[in-house]
């Protein structure tokens, strides 16, 4: 595809240069940086910051959001009775839809099913939006061996994602790009899980969100989508009416219409890590030992998807930082992220997002393929 290879040499360049050259570039040009707390590398323009340089959150003694032993032991075995309960049962040829990017999530997911719920025959999915960086398809390509498990890819036409995208973009809720492009991706991703389920009489949609992004990015306190949700119409997503996205109304009708099924047909949808609530290392360590991990170590930067960039520049214009630092800073905050190493990226991509170093030639690129103008997300280059 245009413009991939050229996407993920600016992405490695970008890495390098925080390692190597960043530390001593950004004594220059600190002035024209934002302040950051000095433990968990909050913008101030994100949150303000006290006399020491702190932030609110810090200041706080840690809210703890996690969930307590006991009630991870129950959470567990009340996924788990659901599982085993629907081994075989399924009308079709499948009992469960499992939503696969290819992450350590997805595929740790989909491993830890198949060792404990041998019977729950599987299908898994992947949605391709025509912007996946081709890191992620590969490993894609490469796991699914592994796994063993039946897959799908569904691609919708091209225009769908560009009009999703193009109008998202121009309508920022206050969460910018990662709680309108993002989290619009997201919902349109588990739209389709919910279509496909129902058409094939799939019983069961697994999907392998975690605690955190359950909670904060879906808004919902349990393991299963509360019933009614599931048996809702949509008509709109990240607060933008779908009417207003889609002109065309065969393009609003790809998005999840309960009433077209029968409620039976309805699928239930379950967040297995939700109730596991691992750690990050607990997945990774597992994912590595099942052989699930690639060697090489690879970040969010490379292999996610190729708007992000585009995305970061534009919330540092429109925001005054990178919606995606706010899950980073409170990773940051429990002790799951390196603050020195993140600080430096984001100040890397704020001072990209002001002077065009790295990004300029990409975020052209992005902003001509959705059919925009850089004066449309208001980024002067
Ligand atoms: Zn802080």
Request: glycine residues 6%; proline residues 4%.
């Amino acid at each position: 595809m245009q413009g991939t290879a050229q996407s993920i040499r600016a992405a490695s360049m970008f890495e390098l240069y925080v390692r190597t050259v960043w530390p001593l570039h950004r004594r220059f040009v600190k002035q024209r940086l934002s302040k950051r707390c000095a433990k968990c590398a909050a913008s101030a323009a994100m949150i303000s910051l006290d006399v020491n340089g702190i932030c609110a959150l810090c200041q706080k003694p840690t809210s703890n959001t996690s969930a307590s032993p006991s009630q991870v032991a129950q959470e567990t075995t009340a996924v788990a009775e659901i599982l085993r309960a629907h081994q075989g049962q399924g009308q079709g040829a499948y009992d469960a839809l499992v939503a696969y990017s290819g992450g350590k999530d997805s595929s740790y997911l989909i491993r830890r099913i198949q060792t404990e719920f041998s019977g729950l025959r599987l299908l898994a999915f992947t949605m391709d939006n025509g912007f996946m960086s081709p890191v992620a398809k590969e490993n894609i390509e490469e796991l699914l061996p592994k796994l063993g498990v039946d897959h799908l890819f569904i691609r919708p036409r091209r225009e769908f994602y560009v009009s999703l995208f193009r109008y998202c973009l121009t309508h920022l809720n206050k969460e910018g790009g990662y709680g309108t492009v993002d989290f619009s991706d997201g919902e349109f991703m588990l739209d389709s899980a919910r279509e496909l389920a129902a058409e094939r009489r799939i019983p069961l949609i697994l999907c392998g969100y975690s605690r955190y992004q359950v909670q904060n990015g879906l808004r919902l306190h349990g393991f299963e989508s509360p019933r009614e949700r599931e048996l809702c119409d949509r008509v709109d997503t990240a607060g933008l009416s779908l009417a207003d996205i889609f002109p065309d109304e065969i393009d609003r009708k790809r998005w999840w219409q309960a009433s077209r099924h029968p409620p039976e047909a309805v699928a239930r949808l379950l967040f297995p890590l939700y109730a596991w609530n691992l750690e990050e290392s607990e997945i990774k360590n597992q994912v590595t030992a099942w052989g699930l991990l690639r060697k090489t170590a690879q970040s969010p930067i490379v292999t996610n998807h190729r708007l992000i960039p585009l995305l970061g520049v534009v919330d540092v214009h429109q925001l005054g930082y990178s919606s995606f630092e706010i899950e980073l800073c409170r990773m940051v905050r429990e002790g799951k992220a390196d603050r020195r190493e993140w600080q430096r990226v984001f100040e890397l991509l704020e001072h990209s997002a002001k002077t065009g170093l790295f990004v300029r030639t990409l975020v052209l690129d992005s902003l001509a393929e959705l059919g925009l103008t850089p004066a449309d997300v208001r980024v002067p280059f």
